[in-house]
């Protein structure tokens, strides 16, 4: 199952394609608009680039625009229906672009065009980092111990995101809206799910009303990513425990971590699931060496002073696994209304139904 952007293809292996038709723009007029308005290369974006799409692109569509000097990086929402607030380029560029002194781990802005005429959406345009992203199975063979640090390196750049210092920024502390995240997440998740419901989705009242009997106080008020995964990571290609990268800030805020770290290990399938749970797996998680989920939390929670024990993390747990339903319910919605033709969307029905039995069989085991 695919949840959100594939992310930005790096280093030797291309993995853009030809632009699908219901996702073409006006490639000129994006070539005028950038050489008037970039903020940076602007030395680089003389003609007309060759433009073409990456894979996946449930949440936002991704383009690679290839200049004769330099690639880079487009990014704009999907056609169709949108769930309110969501597919917001200004909040991705805003983020990236007031983070970079920051965190090291961003791509260079180069611009953000808010006039529709241009393409019929807004969007923004930013470097292409190069690397490697590590997809469902690693490309390189590598012994257990190296995937145990890379696993380390991954969690530790997710640390450094929960500890910048967002009071440096005026645009980055603009994105706190103080205490209550964790209540105001579940609020607002449910919103959306319902909002999103067709026919076929199944009864979660149980399950919601388990989240807000048992919903936490905040822990603490940080920058959050709301989408860290392996494959939103561009790896340095001949030292894959290097992060050079992080991608697809489209849901990034300021809010629990532990929200974050429970959002990321909703993707984190490992090798002793089942059969079905399997099947989601889009990151190379059950590669000998990588860590288990319980691993992940408790070095996680060690580095940032956290007290964790089983029990106390089963609400972030669930929690992660009913945002995950509620995010392949939208894009199922689009699917399931003829918004969008990518039959890969076919299998989100299916998915939202296992993930609501998932969620409750760890409420029943608590």
Not at 307 to 321: I, N, Q, S
Not at 323 to 346: D, M
């Amino acid at each position: 199952m695919t949840t959100s952007d594939e992310g930005v293809s790096t280093g030797s292996t291309d993995e853009s394609r030809p632009v699908r038709d219901e996702d073409a723009f006006d490639v000129e007029a994006v070539a005028t608009w950038l050489r008037d308005n970039a903020l940076a290369f602007r030395d680089d974006l003389d003609g007309t680039p060759e433009v073409r799409q990456f894979p996946g692109g449930a949440s936002n569509l991704t383009y690679l625009l290839r200049y004769p000097a330099r690639d880079l990086i487009l990014r704009r929402p999907p056609s169709g229906v949108k769930a309110a607030g969501a597919h917001d380029m200004g909040r991705e560029f805003v983020i990236q672009h007031a983070l970079a002194p920051l965190f090291p781990y961003v791509a260079t802005m180069v611009g953000h065009c808010t006039d529709e005429s241009v393409i019929g959406s807004d969007f923004y345009v930013m470097e292409k980092i190069d690397g490697t992203i590590p997809r469902r199975d690693l490309p390189w063979e590598l012994p257990p111990e190296e995937v145990s640090r890379m696993c380390e390196s991954a969690l530790d750049v997710l640390i450094a995101l929960h500890s910048v210092d967002v009071s440096q920024s005026a645009e980055l502390e603009a994105y706190s809206r103080g205490d209550g995240y964790v209540d105001r997440q579940v609020g607002g998740w449910t919103k959306r799910f319902a909002n999103a419901r067709t026919d076929d989705t199944g009864d979660w009242s149980d399950i919601v009303a388990w989240l807000e009997e048992h919903k936490p106080g905040d822990v603490a008020q940080t920058m959050i990513h709301n989408d860290f995964r392996f494959d939103n990571l561009v790896l340095d290609a001949d030292d894959p425990q290097k992060v050079v990268g992080v991608l697809d800030w489209e849901m990034a805020t300021v809010g629990d971590p532990l929200m974050d770290l429970g959002g990321m290990l909703s993707y984190w399938v490992q090798a002793d699931d089942d059969e079905f749970f399997l099947l989601f797996r889009r990151q190379p998680t059950t590669v000998p060496g990588m860590w288990t989920r319980a691993e992940v939390v408790e070095h996680y929670c060690e580095r940032m002073g956290f007290d964790m024990t089983p029990e106390r993390w089963r609400f972030y747990e669930v929690f992660g696994l009913f945002r995950l339903a509620v995010i392949a319910q939208q894009i199922w919605y689009r699917y399931f209304h003829g918004q969008t033709t990518n039959e890969q969307y076919a299998v989100f029905g299916p998915a939202v139904g296992y993930l609501e039995t998932r969620c409750r069989s760890i409420i029943a085991a608590s």
